[in-house]
């Protein structure tokens, strides 16, 4: 068995190829049923200072599968707007019993002075700014082993808000450390030339013609600021959106993906979200599942977990 125990689980710089098919392979036997036994009751609260629906709810039915107690959490009602630190609120919820804390919060990189505190809950991020998003990324990576069985020279297009997006910053990354491919589409104003040194930038009509995996993102209005009074939801798909014609182009083995919430009729044409090749369902399926080995491993790093109940996964 791979030792992919982690107290805390931040960036998909921390993860190796290995600990990636580890966390892999067990989410697909949660998913195949499997159950673990905790050494004690044990105590999660999810802490989410941006508004979501898929990861806030993906966590919780986890840590509820794992059998932990979830301790309610609103960030309007907290003392964050009393002006409490997010340090304090940690100790806070620490002090009071709290084992493990998934965080959700606009800045870029929150986590590192609570790491820096070396404290006895854990930290699991469920998304920083436009900085990293692991939960999502393993959970994508569970979607294309999935789908074929190796990431080594697969073609993966990247395509949409990239500047903005954790998403993609977390898969390109991961991606590429895992031998895939990677290629970039979208408007050339959200393109970063630190995304360079991940992979090349293209056309979607080319993406289309040569894509394995067409990876689509979601337009973050509410991160454009000045540039949204200029933004035309219509041009906007002509140009960079996956439109009937695209997809009847898309390779017969290729597949879609989208983190979602999906823009229909943005990024993608509403009547492709449910087609054949589309697994952008299957990605919130298997979100729970990954959030779940995501969560073990951090529960075996802290005791609460035998790790024999996982030993060869």
Partial sequence: MVNAAQHDLVSVSDLSEADVLH??????????????????PTFAMNLFFENSTRTHTSFEMAERKLGMQVLQFVADGSSVTKGETLGDTIKTIQAIGVDVAVIRHPENE??????????????????DGSGQHPSQSLLDMMTIYQEFGTFKNLNITI???????RVARSNMALLTRLGAHVSFAGPEQWYNAEFEQYGNYTTIDEAAENADVMMLLRVQKERLGTELQDFDEASYH????LTKERYARLKSTAIIMHPAPVNRGIEI?????????????????????MRMAILTDVLVAKGLINPAEIKGE
């Fill in 110 to 127: 929150y986590y590192q002075p609570l790491l820096a505190d070396d404290l006895d809950i854990s930290i699991v991020n469920g998304g």
């Fill in 269 to 289: 044409d509403s009547s492709l979200v449910e087609k054949p090749q589309s697994r952008i369902f299957k990605q919130m399926e298997n979100g729970v599942f």
């Fill in 238 to 241: 002509q140009k960079f959106g």
């Fill in 23 to 40: 966390k892999i392979r067990l989410a697909q036997l949660f998913q195949a049923g499997k159950t673990v036994r905790l050494q004690r």
């Fill in 159 to 165: 395509v949409g808000d990239l500047n903005h997006s």
